[in-house]
């Protein structure tokens, strides 16, 4: 919308295409609570997107990274598990980091500023809520701008030097001082995909594994009985230790990042599996 002569938005018409693809969106009605296509509907600001992709990509509910650190802004940056150990209210972004080039002022706060789509989150009856409920709140971050680029940037002139961008690898590393990981879409080469042990020590599984081994040996018997074995990620995210982070995303997703459809479908697994 930003690069157009005149960025104001349109109204948008809920016509079916004549298009012949599958693509659902093409002919549903747009509300706030259905998901839209990251590379469609770009007269409608403010709601959340799902990422961008192909027009005949498989759909997927994984959100775009702006809705992502929306709502970081209010749960901070730990997981549910981690949040058990560690005071949540000190683990927020302070600064977040773009390029000049790319940088849009009024997109910016619209998407996380406290006069933007979350002004609502800062009324004080909800503010109180999230804070007796484990010290969250909502903390908008700084956003600041530089003038590098990334050397590897599909926008850069050694990238154009180099034949123009290369494409995405499945292929990944994590680098530790006490660990060094290679991953291929997620799991550890090697492994089979569906191996518990081809979880990598950053996985939801190994996260889970830790705090659970951390509340057994510091004798915490609350948090023991809430991340015990015999229960499925699910359940686990669902005990009531974490009811206070729970009400916080559910705020998020009602009040104000309205069409955030959750991701369902992967958590009915075991830690002992």
Known sequence: ?????????????????TNSSPNPAATSPITP????????????LGLVR?????PDAPPTLSKSCSDKLALKQCT????????LLLDPGSVYLDTLILPESQ????????????????KELGQEDVQARWKQGGGFAFRPFEVKTTKREFEFSRRSPATAAR????????????YTPRRQEILINGVLQGRKQLDPK???CVSRRMAWKSVLEVAMLAGIPLLT????????????????????RARVKKDVKEMVLKGWVRNEGDEAWELDE
């Open 1 to 17: 919308m930003a690069e157009q002569e005149d960025a104001t938005p349109w109204s948008a018409m809920s016509t079916p295409s």
């Open 103 to 118: 940088y849009v002022q009024t997109a910016v706060e619209r998407a996380f500023g406290r006069e933007g789509r979350m």
């Open 163 to 174: 034949g123009g961008p290369r494409m995405s690898s499945n292929l990944s590393a994590m």
């Open 33 to 44: 609570t259905s998901g839209l296509l990251g590379r469609g509907h770009f007269d409608r």
């Open 198 to 200: 081809a979880a990598s």
């Open 225 to 244: 009985e809430a991340l015990r074995k015999k229960r499925t990620y699910a359940e686990m995210k669902g005990c009531k230790v974490l009811e206070g």
């Open 50 to 54: 799902r990422k961008p992709s192909r």
């Open 76 to 83: 901070g940056l730990l997981s549910g598990p981690s949040s």
